[in-house]
Structures are given as structure tokens and as C-alpha cells.
């Protein structure tokens, strides 16, 4: 399965905007979701679990969709479209369709009489809930948007069903800690328990290291699939994921992480940012095994993966490696994230790879200029893309300018023959004596060495220069 499109019209920030996953024909594999903070790259996220989990799922991740329509609309729509793909189940002799159009409404709180299409009004109890919906009146593409809707229940919203894999992560990733009712949904096993943090964050990944040393027991008593499946976790997490080369041990009763030149320790102990991308990505690998049970490979698989903030917790280095090792590890899964790292932005290597999202006067907008960003420096990145006025810190700033405010007047003064007064111009002397140590604004570390390389010889030519004079 792969998103193809999705559109959100009433819901939150959102007036209306339309995401295209596939613009060129084919799905792309790795999107990336950038902008400040409030303008919806959460909500965003969300939408695309509630289409991708279905409507049966999304009542138990999200039973009251309060807050979700935007004010003074009667109700919000989601719309979008699945891609089929090879390996996902199919119901015996219907015919093979792509893509599937699914929508759905939420409604809000300013409701008027007559405000209701009537086929959504005679579903409302209420309390705002998601509940699927093929649009009002009748027409052929609603008739189709039904159809679609009752073939993906009993294919990609069904349980038990092999492929059809979505999954999505929330910012909060951990492996202890969760509420009571979120492990209910997480130990269901369920559909919704695919999305649990992106929905809740008082949930956590507690069944990872469970599903480990059950791979391992079910294993040693001659089950062949928990055999091959530990065999390859344990492969993909000790080839490069992590920032140093670490070896997984799993035994009848725990699994540990033994860093290269420390002894084990259980996940518990270890850093927020080793637990965070071992919880989630443990748990992607069991999504996987379970959608693809049969499967040689679980990394060959096909399906969407949702995270919000995979920067989290991680150090720059690392956030710097972690698009690209998932990209490799996992080349025909459907990546869609939400960061503010730089980093991960590079890896977006295919048009409209990074979507910007915007505060406009008609609401929260994608930019339409954003270019590939692949090859461009990290301060390149957060000043455009991210919409940093300046990758120095704001006090440093502030003297620059102080240096610029100061610099004009002298000039100005001098024209006239006149002077500045004796503590401005103090002020002046030691803030072009501060510039001049700043290092130059450049982030290779060569390019660094052969900047400084060239101040070094300008200042030791200048001297001569001024004998010349």
C-alpha cells in the first residue's frame, strides 16, 4: 500500500489543502513535512493514520474528535487515495483496483439547523467522532468512494489481513510509562495499535522487547518464522542504525543492547535517544513480520510509515544518518515525516520531497518554490526552508547590528568632517575588533581551514600593503 494523495478541507488550521505523494505517476518514497510550530504538520499526520488505520481503528484512537473542525465550519472532510500494491490481500475475484478513494467527516461544534449535508446529519449523535463518508447527494464518484470504502474493510481496515501496512509514530517514542488503556490497544494487537503513539501520547512501545524474547523462546523451540524474523532484526539493528556499532542479545528473559566497548545493558537504561529509535523501530519490524508473514526479506515490503519528530532525542550526527540508513535498510517503504531537523531534510531527493507549509491569509498553505535541498549546507536549510533569519545566536546578532547602526554613522559624520562622541566611538573600535574573530559562516570543516588560511595571509600582507601606501 502507498498514498498517493490527501486532501483536508475544515480540519484545524486547514481551509483546504491537497498533498500529493505521487506527483510524477510513481509514489514517492521519502516526504518530508517542515514549518514552524502550530501550522498542522502534526494534524497532517494524523489525517493520514485515521486514512490509513480506518474507521473501525480510528473510533478507538480517537473516540471524540474534539477541536478537529475549524472554527465557524459545520464540519471538515478528509479525503485521499490508496495505492495497491503487490503483497496486499485481495478479496477473491474482484478485480484488482487502484487507487481507492476513501473520505471521511468530521463535525464540528458550530452547527445550524440545515447546516448538515442530511446523510451526515442522520449520522451525528452529538459528539464529534470520524466517521466515514462518501460526500453529500448522489452521484457516480460517490457511489465509487462507497464501493471503495466497503472493499477496503474487508481488505486494508480488516484484521488478520496479509500487506495493506501502515504505521505511524508520534513524537513521544518510549519503551515503559504507558497509560493502562493505551496498552489495552497496544497488546490487542488490533489495527489501531499500529498508531497508538501517534494518537496518544501517554502510550508507549512496552510489547518491543516482549515481541523479542518471544521471537527468541518460539524460536528455540523450532519455530522456523521466529527463527529467520530474530535473525534479521538482529541484522538490520547492528548494521548502522545506530550511532555505534552495537550487538542485539535476546535470551529467555530480556533483551539487551551491548554498545561497542560497554558491557550489555537492558533497553531500559539506555539513553532517551537509543530507546526512542529502538522502540519505534522494533516495532515497525514486528508490524512488518506481521503483515508479510511469509515474506524472505523484511525490509522488500511495501507500505507507509508516519512519523512525527524522527529528529527526537537524537544527536545532529545522528539525525544526520537516520533518513538515509531507513531509505537503504527499507527501499520500498513509503516514508512520510514530520522534523525540524535540517538533516532530514536533505534527504528528500525527488520534487516536492519537502513540503513547507505556511500561515496565509486563506489559512495554512504548502510554498510552491521550495527546491531540492539535497545538496545544500544545514544553514542553507533552517534560514530557507525553516525560515531562520540567522543560524547565530541573537545576541551575536544583536552586536552585528549594533556594528552596522554605529558603522552608517560614522560615515555619515565623517562626510561632514565631524566625529562620532568618544563612547560610541569606543563602542565602535571594540565591536570591529569582535567581528573580526568571528569564524567565517561556513560549515565544512575544509572550507573552514582554507577561510581562515586566506585571513591569515591578508593579515600578514596588510602591513606591506600599508608600506606601499
Keep these: 500500500m502507498y498514498l498517493k494523495k490527501i486532501r483536508l478541507k475544515n480540519i484545524k488550521c486547514f481551509s483546504d489543502i491537497t498533498l500529493d505523494f505521487s506527483p510524477e505517476g510513481q509514489p514517492r518514497l521519502w516526504t518530508v513535512i517542515l514549518g514552524q510550530n502550530g501550522l498542522g504538520k502534526s494534524t497532517l499526520l494524523q489525517a493520514i493514520g485515521i486514512v490509513l488505520a480506518g474507521p473501525i481503528a480510528i473510533r478507538e484512537l480517537l473516540p471524540v474528535a474534539e477541536g478537529w473542525v475549524k472554527r465557524d465550519c459545520p464540519y471538515g472532510e478528509i479525503e485521499a487515495e490508496l495505492l495497491w500494491t503487490e503483497g496486499d490481500a485481495q478479496i477473491p475475484k474482484w478485480p484488482k483496483k487502484t487507487p481507492y478513494t476513501v473520505k471521511y467527516a468530521i463535525v464540528g461544534e458550530d452547527i445550524d439547523n440545515g447546516s448538515l449535508p442530511s446523510n451526515l446529519a442522520s449520522q451525528y449523535t452529538g459528539v ?44 513521544f517514542r518510549r519503551l515503559s510509562g504507558g497509560a493502562q ?130 529528529d527526537a532525542h537524537a544527536h545532529p550526527a545522528w539525525q544526520r544518518e537516520i533518513g538515509h540508513w531507513l531509505r537503504r535498510k527499507f527501499p520500498k517503504l513509503q516514508f512520510i515525516i514530520a522534523t525540524h531537523s535540517p538533516f532530514l531534510a536533505q534527504v528528500a531527493d525527488e520534487p516536492g520531497g519537502n513540503i513547507v507549509l505556511v500561515q496565509t491569509e486563506a489559512g495554512v498553505q504548502k510554498r510552491d518554490d521550495v527546491e531540492l535541498v539535497e545538496a545544500w549546507r544545514a544553514d542553507q536549510i533552517l534560514t530557507d526552508l525553516m525560515e531562520l533569519n540567522s543560524t547565530r545566536s541573537p545576541e551575536v546578532d544583536r552586536k552585528i547590528h549594533k556594528l552596522n547602526e554605529l558603522s552608517q554613522k560614522r560615515e555619515a559624520l565623517e562626510q561632514k568632517q565631524e566625529r562620532l562622541p568618544p563612547a560610541q566611538e569606543d563602542e565602535y573600535q571594540q565591536l570591529r575588533l569582535w567581528v573580526e574573530q568571528l569564524p567565517p559562516a561556513i560549515e565544512d570543516p575544509w572550507q573552514r581551514r582554507q577561510a581562515e588560511r586566506v585571513q591569515q595571509e591578508i593579515a600578514q600582507a596588510l602591513p606591506q600593503l600599508e608600506e606601499l601606501e
Excluded at 160 to 169: M, N
Aim: net charge negative; glycine share 8%; proline share 4%.
Design 128 to 171: 464529534p467522532i470520524v466517521t466515514e463518508w462518501a460526500g453529500d447527494g448522489i452521484s457516480k464518484k460517490q457511489e465509487n468512494i462507497s464501493k471503495d470504502l466497503n472493499r477496503l474493510r474487508q481488505t486494508a481496515y480488516a484484521e488478520g489481513k496479509t500487506g495493506w501496512l501502515g504505521c505511524g509514530y508520534g513524537p
Design 181 to 310: 488503556n493505551a496498552d489495552r490497544i497496544l497488546y490487542s494487537g488490533r489495527k489501531s495499535a499500529r498508531f497508538i503513539t501517534l494518537f496518544r501520547e501517554d502510550a508507549a512501545l512496552t510489547n518491543a522487547t516482549e515481541w523479542l524474547i518471544s521471537l527468541y523462546n518460539t524460536g528455540r523451540d523450532g519455530n522456523e518464522l521466529s527463527q529467520r524474523t530474530l535473525r534479521q532484526v538482529k541484522r538490520i539493528f547492528e548494521a548502522e542504525f545506530l550511532p555505534r556499532p552495537a550487538e542485539l542479545l535476546v535470551n529467555a528473559q530480556s533483551a539487551l543492547l551491548r554498545i561497542e566497548g560497554h558491557n550489555p545493558v537492558p533497553f531500559r537504561d539506555l539513553s532517551d535517544g537509543y530507546r526512542s529509535m529502538l522502540a519505534m523501530g522494533i516495532d515497525l519490524l514486528r508490524w512488518v513480520s506481521v503483515a508479510f508473514p511469509e515474506k524472505e526479506d523484511l525490509m522488500e515490503v511495501a507500505g507507509v510509515v508516519v512519523i512525527d519528530e524522527l
